[in-house]
């Protein structure tokens, strides 16, 4: 019996927040990812592997930064004036 097992990252987009760019020097929105790595058979996710990482990504450059904590406050803060 044979089995196909492997590694595969998921991204799920989180939201959009207005930041500025480093590499387009301005305020732009970016869209927050969150990625988890899971352990496939047969190419199917079966098993979540660690913890979700964040990353950031500007919708006009095309920059991919790893998230810092203000990330957190800001989404929340985005949540609070939905509900308002």
Known sequence: ????????TKAKPIAQVERPCTKCARNTVQ???ETKKWL???????IPLGGA????????CGLTLKAVCDL???LAQKALAAKA
């Open 1 to 8: 019996m044979f089995f196909l097992i492997g590694v595969r």
């Open 31 to 33: 869209t927050a990812f």
């Open 40 to 46: 496939t058979l047969f190419f199917v996710p079966v």
């Open 53 to 60: 990482t964040r990353f950031v990504k500007c919708n006009l």
């Open 72 to 74: 957190d406050a800001q």
